[in-house]
């Protein structure tokens, strides 16, 4: 289970995802079915793409009206790490459609090096704490970005009712 921000995850309900040593995109859409715990189902996907254009391709591809939501699993990415990142996308998108931002969003389970990010995008750190059976772990998920995209999450960071998944 969540606390109320959205920022506990459970590691052994993180979405189930196996991908291999690739560079690849996992794409996702929202099903508008419910869980049993009350969440969307999330449909995903996987593509493989060349390395030198991962995170741009990822934001690219989260425009598309068919899109709901994309992360980026560089092929040295912990699956687990790029688990988490589904699960905060999911969150952070949801988020974002009930606040009437833009939901387009794209997550990496770790930072991207400087070099990788393309101009023009900007990266946001999201704080999450993991549950796994021998207690709570801090990580970050981060979050891919276009500059317009940016403008506008952080004007609205400052209004408390979007709670920290702004």
């Known amino acids: 289970m969540t606390d109320a921000t959205g920022r506990e995850f459970e590691a052994d309900r993180l979405p189930g995802l196996t991908v291999g040593y690739q560079d690849a995109l996992i794409v996702g859409a929202l099903t508008g079915r419910l869980t049993g715990n009350g969440e969307e189902m999330l449909f995903h996907d996987f593509r493989r793409v060349s390395s030198d254009v991962l995170i741009g391709a990822g934001v690219g591809v989260a425009d598309l009206s ?61 704080p999450v704490q993991v549950h796994e059976a021998d207690g709570w772990y801090e990580r970050a998920v981060w979050e891919v970005m276009l500059a317009e995209q940016y403008d506008e999450w952080s004007h609205h960071c400052s209004r408390p009712e979007l709670g920290w998944l702004r």
Do not use: F, K, Q
């Open 66 to 126: 068919t899109v709901g939501l994309v992360v980026i699993h560089p092929h040295y990415m912990p699956m687990a790490r790029s688990r988490l990142a589904l699960a905060v996308a999911g969150r952070l998108r949801r988020r974002r459609l009930e606040t009437g931002l833009n939901p387009n969003v794209v997550t990496i389970g770790a930072r991207p090096s400087s070099g990788e990010v393309p101009d023009g995008l900007a990266l946001v750190a999201h």
